[in-house]
């Protein structure tokens, strides 16, 4: 019935029709109802009158039965006039789309080694035929999908094409820098379905990142995408760039796969085994002169099982300080490993003698066979440091966290009696001039403070704490990235510091009425976000961790907050109170980007509880490994006064390189234009020579960008490894900075499919996983839902088989009735 009725309205696929009001559109009717209805009613009379009082054959009943007739037909020619439409309330059925996307980079022209049997089983499925101009190479990952694609018997894009439960449109993905989905022509000269040489056609490889995460969600932003029942992805599932497509910043849930909300299915295409060898190299980021230390160098291999590989560990010195120069390379040491199993970890012991930045290189000799070199090579830059990070630690009164705190640091070989300071606004003046241990001001000046690694700020009432230190602490953190901790202590506690500067870059939202929370004993959660962080991981797994932090035991007091800020995480909770809006538990442990440093909160000072049956084995870790995340991020001490970076570390030929320089005078305030000559700094750029000759001096200026920090865009046109040393004017010295060319993509540092997240793909989405051999299934595997959707909307009514068929049926009748009566 309610097809029925849908059809008799032009209304396709209709499932119910839920209402309908009658309405007139034209201006003129709409304005002038009593109008309309006059003018159909004089109609109906006109028509009446003619047949009654001027036509004499035929009974009275005929001739009104035929004036009736010719006046209806009137009015129906009236109200075409006024333009009537339907406000129909329906649901509405329609097929859903199905988005066929294409892998367009750079690793689908791969030419794959397959053994024998896999070799015949892919020409049998794609029914290749080597072309001409072929005859002496291997086809390409894209020459199988082509040719699987085009092919005359049981075509996969033909039985998709000419299934009705859904629409096919097709997409290619590919782009220099990110991946970017482009819509590919159904068919030459426009259309709707799909001719499968014509999309084969279209297919490319010059996409030099493969970015999966930018692409599901580019599929989320097409027109229609709302109507997505299904993507068919063909791929290497080769990840090298931007977003995860699985899993993802909020887990599995906040994933572009699972945003997408519909299933993958996804078929590889690549070789899952191949002849190569990769190079991973491990190092603390830094490390300290005449400390014996590990570097770690990983072989991951496939297919070259029991095969010997020789490893070289070498290191070079960058120019780690004003006056120095780069050096050779230094051997650390070279060893021929075995290849017994997938991973391989080499360790080469390491004592440096010298301080200073240095680039450590991991070296093997290329294999036989291997498909591509690119990752036998690993590189790694280290600062060695002569130095020790400075800790500054603020407080009121002495309390059993800062006692315990300071023990740790003071044994700690990069911290050390030198590097912890400490201001406690209790203690007497004399004591803080006197004791090298105590800060004699809060607001030392600004040479002084910001070269400080790691700010501590601990239990403080508002009284204590001004303005000017309030501003230097978050310059600190947001410019020069510097590391903070807050403390929440059980006499003033975080509420202290509402109002204040430093509230707006707490990983919490502060409540300036809250109160110290003892009601009752609580153990401390972990949340999942915790995993990602090392200084929560107190164990060497989840049982020992587990147990270091019930060492705590139960806690007697926290302080509350408002809420966790949008931008920060909470690494630990309370076990059952919540914040204000009564379903977020309360943070006790918290981390935020703030600018370019990273805050921590804690909401109790309990920490020490951990030294409980273990000694200082748990506490040592954890402020550890937080002072390691906080302070070893940045340049240390003094140097955040003048860095140079590059925005990579690898490049492609032709493109561009980021250098950005953030430079600052002795009293660490922004140099300007005016403080240089020619308004911009000066530096130097060393362009590799090729065929052994030497490289290339060229002059650079660095312009200024904004207050203490000037930018440059810098081409590279030939491979190899390039520096750029800038030259600070304050202490007329250089900093170096060092990158590698390559003209192979990133596509080519991989030469295997990417089996693990082609199933994780589908198995989050709930699709299924294929590879060519196994893809002409698909076709009989898909079983997508019809897309149901309930809207409103205006129909003209003048222009459906209902409208018709009442004219027409209303001018056939009147002249059949004619006919009958004889009527001219």
Not at 704 to 713: D, H, I, N, T
Request: aromatic share 10%; glycine share 8%; net charge negative.
């Amino acid at each position: 019935m309610n097809e029925a009725l849908g059809w008799l309205l032009g209304l396709k696929n209709v499932k119910s029709i839920d209402e309908i009001a009658p309405s007139l559109a034209a201006p003129w009717a709409a304005q002038g109802t009593f109008w309309v209805v006059f003018g159909l009613a004089a109609l109906l009379v006109v028509a009446l009158v003619f047949y009654v009082k001027f036509q004499h054959r035929g009974s009275r009943a005929a001739r009104l039965a035929l004036g009736l007739s010719r006046g209806l037909l009137l009015a129906l020619l009236l109200l075409t006039l006024a333009d009537p439409v339907l406000r129909v309330s329906l649901t509405d059925v329609k097929p859903p789309l199905l988005y066929l996307v294409f892998d367009g980079t750079d690793s689908m022209a791969i030419e794959d080694e397959y053994p024998e049997d896999q070799q015949a089983a892919l020409v049998r499925a794609t029914l290749w035929q080597a072309p001409e101009d072929m005859a002496n190479h291997k086809p390409s990952r894209m020459n199988y999908l082509q040719a699987f694609l085009t092919k005359p018997q049981n075509n996969l894009l033909t039985r998709l094409a000419d299934d009705r439960r859904f629409r096919v449109e097709s997409f290619l993905f590919d782009g220099n820098t990110t991946s970017q989905l482009r819509k590919l022509e159904p068919k030459p000269g426009g259309g709707d379905a799909p001719d499968a040489k014509h999309i084969a056609g279209q297919l490319t490889t010059k996409g030099q990142v493969t970015a999966l995460g930018a692409v599901l969600n580019d599929m989320a932003q097409q027109f229609g995408a709302g109507n997505l029942g299904a993507v068919v992805m063909f791929s290497d599932f080769a990840q090298n760039s931007g977003l995860a497509p699985i899993g993802g910043r909020d887990g599995a849930a906040g994933s572009p796969a699972a945003k997408l909300g519909v299933p993958i299915y996804a078929v590889g295409l690549g070789a899952t085994e191949a002849m190569d060898l990769a190079v991973d190299l491990q190092t603390d980021p830094k490390m300290k002169r005449a400390e014996r230390t590990s570097v770690l160098v990983k072989l991951r291999q496939s297919g070259l099982q029991d095969r010997p590989a020789t490893v070289t560990l070498t290191a070079r010195k960058l120019s780690g300080g004003y006056g120095d120069t780069a050096a050779t390379e230094v051997l650390i040491g070279q060893k021929v490993v075995p290849l017994t199993t997938n991973l391989e970890t080499i360790d080469f012991p390491f004592t440096p003698d010298d301080a200073g930045r240095f680039e450590f290189i991991a070296a093997v000799e290329p294999l036989d066979g291997e498909i591509v070199v690119e990752n036998n090579r690993a590189t790694r830059e280290v600062n060695i440091i002569d130095d020790y990070l400075r800790l500054m630690y603020v407080a009121y009164e002495p309390s059993w966290e800062w006692r315990f705190v300071k023990e740790v640091f003071h044994r700690d070989k990069l911290i050390g009696m030198d590097g912890f300071r400490t201001y406690l606004a209790s203690s007497d003046p004399q004591v803080r001039e006197s004791n090298v241990l105590f800060l004699p001001t809060l607001t030392p000046k600004r040479s002084d403070f910001f070269a400080n690694d790691v700010i501590f700020l601990d239990d403080m009432p508002r009284t204590a704490i001004n303005d000017r230190f309030c501003e230097m602490v978050r310059e600190f953190v947001s410019q020069f990235g510097g590391g903070l901790v807050v403390i929440g202590g059980p006499r003033f506690g975080p509420a202290e510091l509402h109002g204040t500067p430093l509230a707006e870059m707490l990983p919490v939202v502060l409540d300036p009425d809250a109160r110290l929370r003892d009601e009752r004993p609580f153990r401390p959660q972990l949340t999942a976000h915790a995993a990602r962080y090392p200084f929560m991981q107190l164990g060497d797994n989840d049982v020992e961790n587990t147990k270091a932090w019930n060492n705590l035991r139960l806690l007697p007091w926290y302080q509350s907050v408002a809420r966790l800020h949008d931008q920060s995480y909470a690494l630990a909770e309370h076990p059952t109170d919540t914040c204000q809006d009564g379903k977020t538990r309360q943070p006790l442990i918290a981390i935020r980007q703030f600018g370019a440093g990273e805050v921590v909160y804690l909401g109790f000072n309990e920490t020490w509880r951990l030294r409980r049956l273990y000694g200082e084995l748990y506490y040592r870790r954890f402020w550890s490994q937080l002072i390691y995340r906080l302070g070893m991020s940045h340049a240390l001490g003094a140097e955040k006064r003048f860095v140079v970076r590059t925005d990579r570390q690898q490049y492609r030929v032709e493109e561009k390189v980021t250098l950005t320089v953030e430079a600052y005078d002795e009293n660490f305030e922004p140099l300007a234009a005016e403080d240089m000559p020619k308004s911009a700094l000066s530096a130097e750029i060393a362009i590799p020579g090729s065929g052994g000759t030497a490289d290339q001096l060229r002059e650079l200026a660095v312009p200024l960008l904004r207050q203490g920090v000037f930018e440059a865009q810098v081409p590279v046109y030939s491979d190899g490894q390039y520096s750029i040393r800038v030259k600070d004017p304050i202490a007329n010295g250089f900093r170096e900075v060092r990158f590698d060319v390559t003209g192979l993509s990133a596509e080519r540092r991989s030469g295997v499919r990417n089996v693990r997240l082609q199933e994780e793909l589908a198995t989050e989405t709930q699709g299924r996983v294929y590879d060519l051999t196994t893809a002409d299934r698909l076709a009989d595997d898909l079983q997508l839902q019809a897309i149901t959707e309930r809207y409103t909307r205006n129909h003209p009514l003048w222009c459906t088989p209902l409208w018709f068929l009442a004219l027409v049926g209303l001018m056939l009748g009147e002249w059949f009735s004619r006919k009958m009566i004889h009527l001219q």
